[in-house]
């Protein structure tokens, strides 16, 4: 939004649909949240906050409700009114409880095509191109959305019906909140148990056709809604992993710390044994680009020049591979942990050992060395943890002196053993996308949409993946970015947990 109100200040009316705050409406929190934020605050001030008042409308709305939460008042108002519907809404988590899922992610999806048919809109739907799920090699934009699940063999494969899983599914959701005697519309805070089974049956249905997680099965169902809803004019737009920017509002923003933020920070951290796959490219893409990629499809979808999908791959024309980033990170790590070089006797000892940690060498492991390793971690803190529980009965029988020394112990092998199975926990969302896969996305129809631009018009929307220096993105956007704009709470949290 930042980019189309910055680039195209002629545009004539954006209407916004956000969930309200907990004690504000989505009006103002639109006006302090959004608008206050680095890519829009520039554009605000320029413009001035009244003009924009003039051609910004929010209104506030769920995209799990029925019309989207919108009232009646709001959808007279909408109806034809509205030529495009952007909809990036969505639940990122990879492993949510899938009722969770769904409700922004499918049930949402299918409201948001209602709503688009509704008031006479063409949509713009946000995906993934992890929906293509467990995979080696090209994955084209070309094959059909309906009926798609990663197992398939073939298109004369008709095994997966969206309408059935979906079926399936929310009577399985229906079941596990009656057997809890729960309504799901409940706001109370739920048990555990249920939200566990619930965690369990999307991972269930996921693994079970071959989709890496619950997100990306979400996200393919909604995929399918959107193809099966007769006469609606729609294009997907696929973008891969999504980092900081490349240019705009300026090089390295980035908000909130989901995807590459965790190992950015683990490499930082010294993280020396790295579960990737060292050859699979990665499929990043800075967000000003994917943010030019849906203004670029939303121009043709509104001239009805646009294709179905379109991935935004960045891969199949600048590839980069895992080892060479982790190995970015790794030497970046070193440099810093000598750049900040301590003094006195303290610090040059400090300094010594992080010396000797810079020099050690990375290694990549394998599925099978991740598990070996962390049983036999697992097994070492059992050990010494039941050497100090031996020693402190000893002491509390003879008297002797140094209890407090072996709680001290027996708190801190609890706090690594707690580290260490987060970092597992972290390490272990991202296995699918890189280490058991290897995915480069064919994103042919992105760059033949940016081809067809003019001239002015590529200049204010750059699509040119092509062009990244790897190298420099990724030591002075990735790093410097999150470290600047990844929330400083959550990674306080972060670290503190991991
Ligand atoms: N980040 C990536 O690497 C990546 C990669 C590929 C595709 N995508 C897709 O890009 C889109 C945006 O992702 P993101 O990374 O920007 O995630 P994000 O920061 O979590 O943003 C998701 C947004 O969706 C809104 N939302 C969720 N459920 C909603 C509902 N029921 N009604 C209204 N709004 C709802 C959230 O609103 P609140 O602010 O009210 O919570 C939030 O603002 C998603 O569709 C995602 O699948 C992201």
Known sequence: MALLLERYPQVRHVHILLRPGKDCSAEERFWSEAAA??????????????????????????????????????????????????????KV??????????????DGVENVAGLAQRIG??????????????????????????????????????????DEELRHTRALIRQIYESANLDESTTRPRPRDLTQRLTALGKQRAAGWGWANTYTYSKSLGEQIISSTNGLEYSIVRPPIVESAWRFPFPGWIEGGRTAAPMVLMALDGLKDWPVREDAPLEVVPVD???????????????????????????????????????????????????????????ILLNR????????????LSAEQVEER??????????????????????????????????NWSAELRKMDLQAR?????????????????????????????????????????????????????????????????????????KFKV
């Open 121 to 162: 809109a063409k949509l713009l739907h946000v995906s993934t191109c992890y929906v293509c799920g467990e995979a080696d090699g090209l994955i084209e934009e070309t094959e059909p959305v309906v009926g798609f699940y990663p197992q398939r063999r073939g298109l004369d494969d008709f095994t997966f019906r969206n």
């Open 37 to 90: 934020s680095p890519p829009l605050e520039p554009t605000v001030s320029r413009a001035g906050k009244e003009a924009l008042r003039a051609k910004i409308s929010v209104w506030d709305g769920d995209i799990a409700a029925p019309q989207c939460g919108l009232s009646r008042r709001a959808l007279e108002r909408l109806t034809g009114a509205v030529n495009l519907i952007i909809n990036c809404a969505g």
């Open 353 to 364: 050992l992080t010396a000797r940690r810079g020099r050690s060498r990375m290694r990549f």
């Open 374 to 407: 962390q049983r036999k971690f697992q097994q070492t803190i059992a050990r010494t943890e039941h050497w100090v529980g031996s020693m402190k009965e000893v002491l509390r029988r003879t008297g002797l002196p140094g209890r407090q020394l072996l709680d």
């Open 422 to 494: 987060f970092r597992q926990q972290v390490l272990d969302q991202y296995l699918p996308f890189v280490l058991y896969n290897r995915y480069i996305f064919e994103s042919e129809n992105i760059r033949a949409a940016y081809a067809s631009l003019s001239e002015p018009d590529r200049q204010l929307l750059p699509w040119t993946p092509e062009k990244i220096d790897w190298k420099d993105y990724w030591v002075n956007n990735q790093i410097g970015g999150i470290e600047k704009w990844v929330q400083p709470q959550a990674v306080r949290d972060w």
């Open 289 to 347: 680009m994917v943010a030019a990629a849906i203004l670029i499809v939303a121009h043709l979808l509104l001239r009805g020049l646009h294709e179905p999908v379109y991935q935004l791959g960045s891969a199949d024309t600048n590839p980069i591979t895992l080892g060479s980033v982790v190995a970015l990170l790794h030497k970046e790590a070193k440099k810093r942990a000598r750049r900040n070089g301590r003094t006195g006797p303290a610090g």
């Open 93 to 106: 988590d990879f492993l949510p409880p899938v009722d969770e899922a769904f409700r922004s992610n499918v």
